[in-house]
């Protein structure tokens, strides 16, 4: 129960999260710092490893596993030439500010939802959960709407290094997870290009899990592949389940009331793309 809840969890707080990424406010912010906003891939690495400090390549693409080495080096270290850790984190709050705010005129009504999720978000066990840590170590936000929003980063990072820690148990490295997240209808793989692998790369990858039984000539997953995504979601959902049981099952109940109005307003926006690559709602629940 506990790993079916942090699942439910997920859902209510991953696509709060994400908005970031993708609203108008946020590329403003971060062309004012001198990004280049053509792509959203510099604005993307500087906001999610800013918290890490002045990363090198190497700690990205650890903390990040299913982009591409070659794709991540392209961007980091510049991004920390055109702005600092620190201006970028405090561009980042401005941004969801800003972002928050366009969409949902209730942001002054989050203070129960952001003092339940900070309640979470401290009692997460952080070892080997860099990022997780990383964003905890910062200051919490006097507004709720960003307090809120830094406890539901805290909280998905949380579960995003544990997702790596399954995945590895998986014995799947970085293009492998694509490839068999693609495999089991995901999501299409064109979607997942932007993740930089090479078409030669990502054809390697199939033929290494083709190799395993995982997948079929087509790309398609077998029942073992099919079975192993099954496992790695199950392992990410029990690794989640601390922060989730340690609010309670009436204490995240009550959160996602609270959060509810907030994530409608996210939907509705329009910001998030359609076709997700981070599995919400096409993904079966491993019973």
């Not at 700690?59 to 990040?64: C, E, H, K, M, N």
């Not at 209808?185 to 899990?209: H, I």
């Not at 087509?218 to 609010?247: K, N």
Request: net charge negative; with cysteine; hydrophobic share 45%.
């Amino acid at each position: 129960m506990s790993g079916q809840l942090a699942r439910q969890m997920w859902h209510q707080i991953e696509p709060v999260h994400a908005t970031v990424y993708f609203s108008p406010q946020a590329f403003e912010e971060a062309a004012k710092l001198g990004y280049d906003v053509e792509s959203r891939w510099p604005s993307y690495f500087a906001w999610r490893a800013a918290p890490l400090g002045a990363a090198g390549p190497r700690l990205v693409t650890a903390i990040s596993y299913s982009f591409s080495p070659a794709m991540i080096s392209g961007f980091v270290p510049a991004i920390w030439a055109t702005a600092t850790p620190q201006q970028v984190l405090d561009a980042r709050l401005r941004a969801v500010d800003h972002t928050l705010r366009a969409m949902f005129d209730g942001t002054d009504q989050l203070k129960e939802a952001a003092e339940l999720a900070i309640r979470a978000a401290e009692s997460a066990d952080l070892t080997h959960r860099p990022l997780a840590a990383a964003n905890l170590d910062l200051p919490w936000p006097d507004e709720p709407h960003l307090a809120l929003w830094q406890a539901y980063t805290v909280l998905r990072e949380h579960r995003g290094d544990g997702h790596l820690t399954a995945l590895r148990a998986a014995g799947l490295d970085g293009c492998e997870a694509l490839v068999s997240f693609a495999a089991v209808g995901a999501a299409p793989v064109a979607n997942f290009a932007g993740r930089g692998w090479s078409d030669e790369e990502w054809e390697a990858a199939r033929e290494r899990l083709a190799g395993r039984g995982l997948v079929d000539a087509d790309g398609t997953a077998t029942p073992a592949g099919q079975a192993l995504r099954d496992q790695v979601e199950r392992l990410t959902d029990e690794l989640a389940a601390g922060p989730w049981q340690a609010l309670g099952e009436a204490g995240a109940a009550r959160l996602a009331e609270l959060n509810r109005p907030l994530l409608g307003a996210v939907f509705e926006s329009g910001l998030l793309p359609m076709t997700s690559t981070l599995g919400i709602g096409t993904v079966r629940v491993p019973e």
